[in-house]
């Protein structure tokens, strides 16, 4: 029972991850060793290995489509210098030297180049995802790897379109009965002859990226004016499976196709969004990839021929490193960072796996040597995370030493051209909208985002940077450079989204300065304890406009008001909530303006009669600050701490209830009392 098969894959994989995961291993080791324990060479748990397997490449085809959403036109055509520079050398390097070396034993030069394919393609799974987590995605070693990666992908179309052409070149046939180990499902193409199929396949993929940008958005637009988001999710995997059902049709890979809709897809205004209700399904589906990956390692073989697995094990990351390293020296970066890229990419792809069943299917591998590459792809895939773990740590050392200490020396880092020391906008209602305006004003770079799509596709035709995407969402937030922000601004009338977006964000980026806007003063203290580190309620701004024109009409001086103003948002609010010396309340919760204000005339023989504000110590002493004095129908605004009281004098002053009592009780004191 396939429900059954899925369980116990399931729970082996949490409890293998597990115990890893307390031993501080990588987790993708945890997901290959899970796939020998189930499969059929090792414990046999698994009955129905080919659904497990079907089930996995359904994860390959998210997989991609999500890389494909990641990765858009424009970054393709910002990383076309690496990707030309670095990345081609890389694949042909790589291809060129494993054909020199499995020449002599594959009998023909067509069949050792198709070995070189197979070793030239590397993990973008394993290597994003070990990127992303360590957070050195846009650091040099980082952007090397991610455009050589790039690059594989796309020529993936090339090699997955080459295979039958370098079968007719080596003459050989397909084998008379189906191997055990394959890994993949392929549909019978349309066409036989290779030629043609190459012609068929660059069209399809020509079709895909042009409906891409003309009539995908527009379905895509339609579906979200309805705001139904299940819908939306369902049309995102009708073009994902669809697309990849057509690239299969024409004898293409499944997860080719649907790399190819992700690329397309990106340029939409809706592609974050897309990219974020896909990603719980693509970690799972992904999980099972590299558990069915496992299943395919025939433990008996490993041990049987362990000095020629580890061989080629070693020859395929040296080289790696070495096709690597050396072009990436030429343009200019140093040793050090070219290997820590080598070593990053130095494992065999996902795309391998696919590209050699099909290898083997026509007849360019046979089934020995098709078990050694599966037995040699696995291990290097096992061993990525301890080469990237222990490969700058060995450079470090390397550059402490006499001898070596200036080729592995490396400069600071270039700045990258990721958006930073921006502003991010959630919302662009009236608040979001003038923000936005303030921002561009001044040039302070910024993005918005909106969940209104005629809004998004209306604002992006004006040139501005506004996203379709759910400010809740970690990979929204994450797409907006929330990390590198200066700021995050929340301005939506949602509060519950406000609070998940600022719990959201203070997760992502604990440095971040996280604004919040809110309809009600209750807000404040929760969104204040969520992260936010200024919240702005929106039934008090308008407080304190009243406030400050009440107090204009009293003549109080607009010096003062500026600072009693200031002094109220500077502590949260905290006067008009009703904290310390601050304004009082009415029942229903507004404001009592009117009951802040006192004034006190002072009669002859007061006390106060002839002393500064400054001696008396007023403020001290009562707690109201004295904010005007008429004197003989002349107002004085704001008397310092010298100004000299008479009597006859009408002092005006702010303060509690009591305050204002005990104030007008020092002032009316006469020294007969």
């Not at 059929?40 to 089930?55: H, Q």
């Not at 409906?211 to 958005?217: H, N, T, V």
């Not at 290097?380 to 740590?393: D, E, G, K, Y």
Request: glycine content about 8%.
């Amino acid at each position: 029972m396939f429900l059954a098969d899925l369980l116990v894959v399931f729970a082996v994989t949490a409890v293998v991850v597990f115990v890893f995961g307390r031993a501080q291993i990588p987790s993708v080791i945890g997901l290959l060793v899970s796939g020998v324990l189930v499969g059929p060479y090792g414990l046999s748990l698994v009955d129905d290995v080919e659904s497990v397997e079907l089930l996995a490449e359904i994860g390959v085809v998210v997989l991609l489509f999500t890389v494909g959403l990641e990765i858009s036109l424009s970054r393709l055509l910002v990383m076309l210098p690496l990707m030309a520079q670095v990345g081609l050398p890389q694949i042909v390097g790589t291809t060129l030297l494993v054909a020199a070396a499995t020449w002599w034993h594959l009998g023909s030069l067509p069949q050792a180049i198709f070995a070189g394919l197979l070793v030239a393609m590397s993990s973008t799974a394993i290597v994003l995802k070990l990127l992303a987590d360590r957070g050195q995605t846009a650091a040099p070693p980082g952007r090397i790897a991610v455009a050589v990666l790039l690059l594989q992908d796309l020529l993936v179309v090339v090699a997955m379109l080459a295979v039958p052409l370098l079968a007719a070149a080596a003459g050989v046939e397909p084998p008379a009965t189906d191997t055990v180990a394959s890994h993949g499902t392929h549909a019978e193409p349309l066409v036989a002859n290779p030629l043609l199929a190459v012609l068929i396949g660059f069209g399809v993929v020509a079709a895909v990226l042009v409906a891409g940008r003309r009539l995908i958005p527009w379905v895509l637009h339609e579906v979200v004016r309805l705001r139904n988001r299940e819908l939306f999710l369902i049309v995102l995997v009708l073009i994902c499976l669809g697309t990849a059902a057509i690239t299969a049709r024409v004898g293409l890979s499944l997860a080719l196709g649907a790399f190819l809709a992700g690329l397309a897809l990106s340029e939409s205004e809706y592609g974050h969004q897309a990219f974020a209700e896909v990603l719980p399904f693509r970690d799972t589906l992904a999980s099972l990839f590299f558990v069915s990956v496992g299943m395919l390692l025939d433990i008996s073989f490993v041990v049987s021929h362990f000095g020629l697995v580890c061989l080629v094990v070693i020859g395929i990351v040296l080289v790696k490193l070495l096709v690597t390293a050396v072009p990436a020296m030429f343009i200019g970066f140093p040793l050090r960072t070219g290997l820590i890229a080598g070593g990053t990419i130095a494992q065999v792809g996902e795309f391998s796996f696919v590209l050699g069943s099909r290898g083997e299917e026509v007849g360019l591998l046979a089934a020995a040597d098709y078990q050694a590459f599966l037995a040699a792809a696995v291990m290097t895939m096992a061993a990525t995370p301890v080469v990237t773990s222990l490969l700058p740590r060995l450079c470090d050392r390397l550059a402490r030493s006499r001898r070596f200490g200036r080729l592995f020396h490396e400069p600071p880092p270039p700045s990258g051209r990721e958006l930073s020391d921006h502003v991010v906008i959630a919302g662009f209602g009236v608040n979001g909208r003038n923000l936005a305006a303030a921002l561009t004003e001044f040039g302070v770079p910024h993005v918005i985002l909106e969940l209104n799509p005629e809004t998004v596709r209306r604002e992006r035709a004006t040139g501005l940077d506004i996203r379709y995407g759910d400010c809740t969402r970690v990979a929204i937030l994450e797409h907006a450079g929330i990390a590198r922000a200066r700021a995050y601004v929340v301005a939506i009338s949602d509060p519950a989204s406000a609070r998940r977006s600022v719990r959201v964000a203070r997760d992502l980026a604990p440095d971040t300065q996280i604004l919040c806007r809110t309809e009600y003063l209750a807000e404040v203290d929760e969104l204040r304890l969520l992260g936010a580190d200024v919240v702005v309620p929106a039934e008090f701004e308008t407080a304190l406009s009243i406030f400050e024109r009440v107090l204009g009409i009293y003549d109080v001086p607009e010096e003062t008001i500026d600072d009693l103003v200031d002094d109220l948002r500077l502590e949260n609010y905290g006067f008009l909530r009703g904290g310390g010396r601050r304004l009082a309340l009415r029942p229903d919760g507004t404001p009592d303006l009117f009951d802040q204000l006192g004034s006190c005339r002072i009669p002859p023989g007061s006390v106060v009669e002839g002393h500064s504000i400054g001696n008396l110590g007023i403020r001290a002493a009562t707690g109201v600050t004295i904010i005007a004095v008429r004197r003989a129908g002349q107002l004085i605004r704001n008397p310092g701490a010298d100004f000299q009281l008479r009597a006859d004098d009408e002092v005006s002053f702010v303060g509690s209830r009591d305050e204002r009592a005990a104030a007008g009780q020092l002032l009316a004191m006469t020294l007969s009392e």
